[in-house]
């Protein structure tokens, strides 16, 4: 019955769930966070809303957007939607759009290289696209510059794509379990052709994956996967070195993200009001358990984000495309874990777990601003309904479908490719 309500859903084009993303800034300059189509962007220096401008005349999104990111030195800011197949690149001094990149196919994520030379999006047959952006993003490149493949997961969607610290790779994570580590050539747009490993040991997709590495020593991976499993592995050589499972096999991991000394890993989990604190021992290569913060009932992290030069984690519950949902119901919810740091959020440590709204930097102009509401911890209506939701989105959303014969021919009828272009 479940299957065949997907199915229809799609025959009639209904959008996919789109949860709720957040990105903070390297430096700590700022926080991003997307909803739907709209992003809102919340100047921590200043302490203001940002006003996002456009210097390239492109479309903005109108499909919910389903990768964020800001690049390594947090100069250069990107987002990528599906449906409308929009990429698009953001200076973050002046929060202008510098470049507009429409691509064939509906997009699942994106990254900036780790000199922020480039933008790269993946595309739902998973293949990955390179653009040149210049020293800095800067104006001058020309806008007839097209996007270059420079890699692809043979159909599989990519789920999660991160370079490394270093800048050498680009790892990649599909629907299909598998985690690819390619070799980030220098001259990339004649292709990224060398693999440098296959990351094994997930049995279901991988909805999450991020680098991690101690100052300027060996990098590692951390991911995440809907078989309830999250996996640390280096990242040149594509060993394993440990693997946990949380107690419920059922639910998968939503999202992850390490400190910025690399010494704890946050975790949310599909359906848990909360988020699962490991420690990373980066020089024994373990993960272990240190604690849980649990949050009100009515609230589920949907994406995290930290930044190399403060100690907060940023969590953001929220949703888009679901049934009968009106564009006034694109409220967030935003929680903040104040100490993400391993001495401050062991056992001995007596400080708040989580930030009260009173608490938060910049109070109520903040929450509004990124929330979409100051009081959304009062719509117990939409809160409710984005709950219900958060509790079967990750499998529903990523999850391979089976599709009858005669449904996979009208699929192909239906594919860009497939139809006329003048």
């Known amino acids: 019955m479940e299957d065949t309500a997907i199915e229809e859903a799609e025959v009639s084009g209904a959008a996919e769930f789109a949860p709720a993303l957040v990105a903070a800034h390297p430096q700590g300059h700022s926080v991003a966070v997307a909803v739907g189509s709209e992003l809102r962007v919340f100047d921590l220096k200043v302490g203001c809303a940002v006003s996002l401008a456009e210097d390239t005349g492109g479309r903005s999104h109108s499909d919910a957007i389903r990768d964020i990111c800001f690049s390594a030195n947090g100069a250069l800011f990107a987002s990528a939607a599906g449906d409308d197949k929009l990429v698009k690149v953001w200076k ?3 929060w202008c759009c510098i470049r507009t990149i429409t691509s064939e196919k509906r997009v699942s994520a994106v990254a900036i290289s780790t000199n922020g030379l480039y933008v790269t999006f993946a595309d739902k047959f998973g293949v990955v696209w390179l653009v040149t952006l210049g020293e800095n993003g800067a104006d001058h490149v020309s806008v007839d510059n097209k996007p270059v493949s420079i890699l692809g ?7 999660s794509m991160k370079f490394s610290p270093d800048g050498r790779f680009i790892a990649t994570a599909d629907r299909d379990f598998k985690i690819r580590i390619t070799l980030f050539p220098r001259n990339p747009l004649k292709g990224a052709h060398e693999i440098q490993s296959f990351c094994l040991g ?3 997709f991988v909805s999450c994956i991020s680098f991690t590495r101690i100052s300027e020593g060996q990098s590692f991976l951390i991911t995440g996967g809907g078989d309830s499993t999250f996996l640390k592995l280096l990242a040149d050589g594509g060993e394993l070195l440990e693997a946990n499972v949380t107690d419920d096999s059922n639910l ?3 999202d992850i993200c390490p400190s910025n000394d690399g010494s704890l890993v946050a975790v949310a989990i599909q359906g848990f009001n909360g988020v699962l604190l490991l420690t990373c021992d980066l020089i024994g290569k373990k993960l272990s ?4 913060i ?12 930290s930044s190399s030069s403060t100690e907060a984690l940023w969590t953001v519950m929220g949703a888009s495309n679901m049934p009968n949902q009106a564009a006034s119901q694109l409220l967030t919810r935003l929680r903040i874990v104040p100490h993400f740091q391993k001495d401050k959020l062991s056992s001995a440590y007596s400080g708040p777990a989580i930030l009260e709204d009173s608490e938060v930097p910049h109070g109520e102009k903040l929450l509004s601003a990124l929330q979409g509401s100051l ?3 009062k719509q117990e209506e939409v809160l409710a309904s984005v709950l219900a939701a958060l509790k079967v989105s990750m499998h529903k959303m990523l999850v391979k479908k089976h599709y009858s014969e005669e449904r996979r021919e009208q699929r192909k009828r239906g594919r860009n490719d497939k139809k006329f272009k003048s």
Do not use: G, Q
């Open 92 to 94: 973050t001094d002046t």
């Open 153 to 159: 997961h043979y159909c599989s969607i990519i789920t």
């Open 202 to 204: 997930h049995t279901d």
């Open 252 to 254: 998968a991991i939503a």
């Open 289 to 292: 358990f240190l604690k849980v």
């Open 294 to 305: 649990t949050m009100e009932k009515s609230y589920i992290p949907t994406s995290l984000a």
């Open 375 to 377: 009081d959304i911890a």
